[in-house]
């Protein structure tokens, strides 16, 4: 049995060493293009190889707190500490591109913020991977969005929303129509208001992991939201047949090369206030 003491001392543990963790970056934190890695198993250049593609990509296989996880029930406590989480989205203009291994729609004015623990994280861009690449109790879903943000200092956190197939997603709706025919150039959306990305829910899990894709830096602080929502199959349809071919399936495998706690807000039990 675990006092609250001892986890609230375990968890700003996690914090302080995931801060000498990160690696600054003044903008996007992951690859923005399609480059030799893969999600293919056994190739040369699949996950299992990431970290002999690029010397800057090692943490890929040597990392303590990859991501990403199975949000397993028996990893999972409340923690009466967190907050619910502050989102202060706003419409900016916006770009889609097609990096080849997924779909990315990028912010380039100034799209808001979230606040965790009193520090802001800037909303750079979202993209989508198909299955979802977090597990729950070693079950996953047909799609997963993640909301990249950073910090001033170049601090990660990213927002996990999971869907499975039935109505269509509203949001992906809006952006499929200009992304059908995308090529390797940026394209112009005009205003997109991340706002008009739902979430359903305020209870979410809470855990420090990595970047997904190369350079899959550590110290990244993951909110995932606890809420399942609902995408249709032809969208997940479209969102493969856009991307290059061998990415169609573009989640990396659950990476459990530590145990990690897993934290949840539940605002029944943690309280509501920021």
């Known amino acids: ?36 890695f893969s999600y293919e198993e056994g190739t040369h250049n699949g996950p299992g190889r990431w970290s002999h593609i690029n010397p800057n990509w090692t943490v890929c296989d040597n990392g303590e707190m990859q991501s990403p996880i199975d949000l397993l029930d028996q990893r999972v ?16 203009p916006a770009t889609a591109k097609n990096r080849g291994h ?17 520090t802001d994280y800037k909303l750079l861009q979202c993209h989508w ?31 996990g929303i999971t869907y499975k197939y039935g109505r269509p997603d509203p949001f992906l709706a809006k ?10 150039e940026e394209k112009d959306l005009g205003i997109i208001d991340p706002r008009d ?8 899990y809470r855990y420090i992991g990595s970047l997904t ?9 993951w909110t995932i939201l606890k809420k399942v929502r609902t995408v249709s199959k032809e969208q997940v349809k479209l969102l493969r047949e856009i991307v290059h071919d061998g990415y169609e399936a573009n989640a ?10 897993v934290w949840l807000y539940n605002p029944n039990v943690n309280g509501g206030s920021a």
């Open 1 to 36: 049995m675990y006092t609250n003491s001892y986890i609230l001392s375990f968890f700003f543990t996690s914090l302080i060493l995931s801060s000498f963790l990160i690696i600054s970056i003044a903008d996007d934190p992951e690859v923005d293009e399609e480059t030799p």
């Open 77 to 92: 406590r409340i923690f009466h500490h967190l907050r619910r989480l502050k989102r202060e989205y706003k419409p900016s």
């Open 102 to 118: 997924d779909i990315t729609v990028k912010w380039k004015g100034d799209a808001g913020k979230i606040n965790i623990n009193g």
């Open 129 to 159: 991977h198909s299955p979802s690449e977090h597990f729950f109790n070693r079950s996953s879903y047909n799609m997963e969005l993640h909301l990249v943000h950073q910090s001033s200092t170049g601090e990660n956190a990213v927002i």
């Open 175 to 184: 952006i499929l129509p200009y992304v059908t025919s995308l090529g390797n």
């Open 197 to 204: 990305i739902k979430f359903g829910s305020r209870k979410y």
């Open 213 to 221: 894709v190369p350079p899959c830096t550590e110290g990244v602080i």
């Open 252 to 261: 990396r495998p659950i990476q459990e090369r530590a145990g990690r706690w």
